[in-house]
């Protein structure tokens, strides 16, 4: 495995949760900063989480309160659990690096329809 794999997207009514999941390609795993991403069309890629090598966690004000973002040093994965989910939550998520330097992977969609 060379890039990011992201899953559990899906189509959830506004309200609603899903959990994002995410492996992690290489061996600096534990000792990384890592973030989730989104992209909805016609849009630019937006950073919604990010947590340190502490377990620290940022988020914007977009989602702040909504989106808890935790990673799984063990298995290298990390997770985005999306509570209270909106239309404009709509996108395909991605995992990467903070600054986005890492291969980009397919990404998963989530769509959340009123």
């Known amino acids: 495995q060379d890039q990011f794999v992201e899953s559990g997207g899906g189509e959830v009514q506004t309200g609603g949760s899903l959990r994002l999941s995410c492996t992690v390609p290489?061996?600096?795993?534990?000792?990384?900063?890592w973030a989730w991403f989104r992209q909805s069309p016609g849009q630019q890629r937006e950073l919604v989480a990010k947590?340190?090598?502490?377990?620290?966690?940022s988020y914007p004000d977009s989602v702040k309160g909504r989106f808890i973002m935790s990673r799984d040093n063990g298995r290298q994965t990390l997770h985005l659990q999306m509570n209270s989910l909106k239309p404009e939550d709509t996108a395909v998520y991605f995992c990467?690096?903070?600054?986005?330097?890492?291969?980009w992977g397919q990404g998963t969609q989530v769509t959340v329809f009123s």
């Open positions: 990467n690096t903070p600054r986005g330097l890492g291969p």
């Open positions: 290489g061996n600096v795993f534990d000792s990384a900063a």
């Open positions: 947590i340190l090598s502490t377990g620290a966690t």
